[in-house]
């Protein structure tokens, strides 16, 4: 799609301090800034059930944080990082490598274990993936007890943070149990993402059964978040990225409270940018379940989502360019500068914003 925009567009200064390196105290605690309105209005997530209307119908994305980084040792000693992205069958899985010299084809390296536990866990070396040009690798995951890879990196791997989370290291990390809970949506079930679908952390409980009391539906979706979701855009030229790939469902019962919903004069209401990948990923193909590289900017036309619950992104990131898509360029860049005035918290940890889509506005 032909955007007018260059990839400096959507660059912009951000104080590092803003970068939440912790999650709220409480789930719901999290601020919000109201754009739906204008001048927009501060205020903290849980007010939410009163910004939404009976009849509206709010769509989560409920995939579960797989614990995907795994380290370990070549045969010769060198240290060793894998950030597992997929878990491809028969104890094969697509892996991120982080080593200075990378092992031979058909060489086994050995994990260690988060648990401490000993129990020969260790990972195989089979190729490239998808192909041999591709950017990821091919390891069999295995151990003495023939687990199969969801076991093994629920015992043996780390939750895999954002890079910009800095106390995240290798071995004891005090905030590890924290992590496990809070770095994870309270209605997290399909296990398969190696990041949160992070405007999702922001629910607990109390407010799902606020949004119920109100008259607020809600549906899921699937999508298995990738790393690449902290990838920052490279070309200049946008029509020249290529985004990286991820699987989403779109379930029949998600597809009939959609449109019950329009049927009803309910609004949608996405929560995060992964929910209006799915969403709008299915619309464009007609495919409910499968791959997607779909890459939303300006001039995007939106078939299904009329609001959109967020949180701060990247500079340079293709979710800059997507929330920009949705509720305006020039809108997104003053929320950006009041968020930063007002000292909003960045990122997979921080605040959140609630956006109309700029048609609607």
Same mark, same amino acid.
């Given at each position: 799609m032909?955007?007018?925009?260059t %990839?400096?567009?959507?660059?912009?200064? +951000?104080?590092?301090?803003?970068?939440a390196?912790q999650?709220?105290?409480?789930?719901? @605690?999290?601020?919000?800034?109201?754009?739906?309105?204008?001048p927009?209005?501060?205020?903290?997530?849980?007010?939410?059930?009163?910004? +939404?209307?009976?009849?509206?119908? %709010?769509v989560?994305?409920?995939?579960?944080?797989?614990?995907?980084?795994?380290?370990?040792?070549?045969?010769?000693?060198?240290?060793?990082?894998?950030?597992?992205?997929?878990v %491809?069958g @028969? !104890?094969?899985?697509?892996?991120?490598?982080g080593?200075?010299?990378?092992?031979?084809?058909?060489?086994?390296?050995?994990?260690?274990?988060?648990l401490?536990? &000993?129990?020969?866990?260790?990972?195989?070396?089979?190729?490239?993936?998808?192909?041999?040009?591709?950017p #990821?690798?091919?390891?069999? %995951?295995?151990?003495n007890?023939?687990?199969?890879?969801?076991? +093994?990196?629920?015992?043996?791997g780390?939750?895999?943070?954002?890079?910009?989370?800095?106390?995240?290291?290798?071995?004891?990390?005090? &905030?590890a149990a924290?992590?496990?809970?809070?770095?994870?949506?309270?209605?997290?079930?399909?296990?398969?993402?190696?990041?949160?679908?992070?405007?999702?952390?922001?629910?607990?409980?109390?407010l799902?059964?606020?949004?119920?009391?109100?008259?607020?539906?809600?549906?899921?979706?699937?999508?298995?978040?990738?790393?690449?979701?902290?990838?920052?855009?490279?070309?200049? !030229?946008?029509?020249e990225?290529?985004?990286?790939s991820?699987?989403?469902?779109?379930?029949?019962?998600?597809?009939?409270?959609?449109? &019950?919903?329009?049927?009803r004069?309910?609004?949608?209401?996405?929560?995060?940018t992964?929910?209006v990948?799915?969403?709008?990923?299915?619309?464009a193909? @007609?495919?409910?379940?499968?791959?997607?590289?779909?890459?939303?900017?300006?001039?995007?036309?939106?078939?299904?989502?009329?609001?959109?619950?967020?949180n701060?992104?990247?500079?340079?990131?293709?979710?800059?360019?997507?929330?920009s898509?949705?509720?305006?360029?020039?809108?997104?860049?003053?929320?950006?500068?009041?968020a930063?005035?007002?000292?909003?918290?960045?990122?997979s940890y921080?605040d959140?914003? #609630?956006?109309?889509?700029?048609?609607?506005?």
């Amino acid at each position: 799609m032909l955007t007018p925009y260059t %990839l400096s567009d959507f660059d912009f200064d +951000l104080p590092a301090h803003l970068i939440a390196q912790q999650p709220s105290a409480q789930r719901s @605690g999290s601020r919000l800034l109201d754009a739906t309105h204008s001048p927009p209005a501060d205020r903290i997530f849980r007010d939410l059930s009163s910004l +939404l209307q009976p009849g509206d119908l %709010l769509v989560m994305n409920d995939t579960r944080v797989l614990k995907a980084r795994l380290f370990g040792e070549k045969p010769t000693g060198g240290k060793l990082e894998l950030l597992i992205e997929r878990v %491809l069958g @028969g !104890n094969q899985v697509a892996a991120h490598m982080g080593v200075s010299k990378k092992p031979e084809i058909g060489a086994t390296v050995a994990l260690h274990s988060a648990l401490g536990l &000993d129990d020969g866990v260790c990972a195989t070396l089979l190729g490239r993936w998808p192909d041999a040009d591709g950017p #990821l690798f091919r390891f069999v %995951l295995s151990n003495n007890a023939g687990d199969d890879p969801y076991t +093994l990196m629920e015992r043996h791997g780390h939750m895999p943070l954002p890079p910009y989370i800095e106390r995240q290291q290798q071995g004891a990390n005090p &905030d590890a149990a924290q992590d496990a809970e809070r770095y994870q949506t309270v209605f997290a079930k399909a296990p398969g993402a190696v990041a949160a679908p992070t405007a999702a952390l922001h629910f607990d409980q109390a407010l799902l059964s606020d949004l119920l009391a109100r008259g607020v539906h809600t549906a899921y979706v699937t999508l298995h978040v990738g790393a690449g979701t902290f990838q920052p855009v490279k070309t200049e !030229n946008l029509a020249e990225h290529r985004m990286h790939s991820e699987w989403y469902q779109v379930p029949l019962a998600t597809q009939q409270a959609l449109a &019950d919903c329009k049927a009803r004069g309910g609004r949608v209401v996405a929560v995060g940018t992964t929910t209006v990948r799915s969403l709008e990923s299915w619309a464009a193909t @007609g495919q409910a379940q499968g791959d997607t590289q779909i890459f939303i900017t300006p001039g995007f036309a939106f078939a299904h989502v009329d609001m959109l619950l967020t949180n701060f992104h990247l500079p340079k990131s293709s979710l800059m360019m997507l929330v920009s898509a949705f509720a305006g360029y020039e809108p997104i860049r003053a929320l950006y500068r009041h968020a930063i005035a007002q000292e909003y918290r960045f990122f997979s940890y921080g605040d959140a914003m #609630l956006l109309a889509r700029q048609s609607a506005q």
